[in-house]
């Protein structure tokens, strides 16, 4: 009996999801079906009600649908194809710099979106085209549109990691943001490496000289954008506003700068605002049905055997990270990157922070092992979206994919590894 809930809610859930129910909901169906084995159904459905709103009533959870209408804005202000610019001028005669100009500028947009669906479709819709002019194979373009945008959930501001935040209990946003930082900045760098062997191979197109003139006028103009990140993290590890405040301000002045750009009509701005209420909409019920499925999983003391289960394997701190990592990536491969960190955060993080595990070390590793997830078939929304906008089958940029593939692993098993990558930051800034 000890194991009876954990069957009926795995076996419930992937049968939900196997005839085509939405997550959303196949989350909230399940726990309802498992609560049921031991509560009446009257009980059980008031009970998972309450639970899903309570989930909700969290003042950090507002910044999401600001960051998320920040992102709109972003997208739609002109801020895209300036930070490409900025890109394409530090690759400068580099070849095949365009891969170069991707990687970085989906770093730089995703990084200030927090968002790697805006990113593969900024980016992607923008340098696609000319990559495909330049003789640039279509596959490869896409692998590296579709790996490079997950850096922005990395590097702050991240409305994934705030969820994070929510499901640990309370690990410090500003501190996760911080941690982001440096671990963004390698996978992107790892990511270059790998385009660089397939430059090699394919004899790509040197990109074209850049004076430094030019670099200075193009860093000018892209300076307005980037100075969001300083206002936004500068702002919160300063101790001028909470993040959720910092969203606030995020909108207030991506809308401002947009308008500026004049590249944004007042008329786009209701297409903007209900676009961004869908998203979070989405995000929303995603997060209420996950935060039930983890309190009922806790009220039947699923973690607990897990955790027991887990530690009776191995009580080195290493061989637990690597199992949780193959786990989280196998997790990662059939469901979504937000119900996934609120169901097993509560799960993981009590079993590596007794073994020593810094709180916002494991959310880095986990939101990174999750981005892999994003680009994997079958729900990778990020791979689904990067073939979409590249005008591609999944399978002709599967076999690019791979090596990328390898390289982000690689780059997780490091971060794992090497906590001071993380925490060197966070404690630089006393956080």
Known sequence: MEYLSIIILVLSFITLMGIGVPVAWSLGISSLITLMVTVAAMPSATTIAQRMGTSLDSFALLAIPFFVLAGEI??????????????????????????????????????????????????????????????????????????????????????????????????????????????????????????????????????????????????????????????????????????????????IYTLLLSFYYKELKWKEIPGILLKSSETTAVVMLLIATSMSMSWVMSSEDIPQSISATLLSLSDNIFVILIIINLLLLFVGIFMDMTPAVLIFTPIFLPIVTALGVDPVHFGIIMILNLCIGLCTPPVGSVLFLGVQVAGISIQRAVKPLVPFFIAMILGLIVVTLWPGLTLWLPRMFGL
Do not use: D, Q, W
């Open 74 to 251: 972003m997208n739609k202000g002109g801020i895209a194809n300036r930070l490409i610019e900025l890109a394409k001028a530090i690759t400068g005669k580099l070849p095949g710099g365009l891969l170069y100009v991707n990687i970085i500028a989906a770093m730089l947009f995703g990084a200030i979106a927090g968002s790697a669906a805006a990113a593969v479709s900024a980016i992607g819709g923008i340098l696609g085209k000319r990559m495909e002019k330049e003789g640039y194979p279509k596959g490869l373009g896409a692998a590296v549109n579709i790996t490079s945008s997950t850096t922005g959930l990395i590097i702050p501001p991240s409305n994934i990691l705030i969820v994070y935040s929510l499901a640990s209990g309370g690990v410090s946003i500003a501190a996760l943001f911080i941690a982001g930082y440096l671990p963004g900045l390698f996978i992107g760098l790892i990511l270059m490496l790998t385009a660089a062997i397939f430059i090699k191979k394919h004899k790509l197109p040197e990109g074209e000289r850049t004076s430094t003139k030019e670099l200075i006028s193009k860093s000018l103009r892209a300076f307005p954008s980037l100075m969001l990140l300083f206002i936004v993290i500068g702002g919160i590890v300063g101790g001028i506003f909470t993040a959720t405040e910092a969203s606030a301000i995020a909108v």
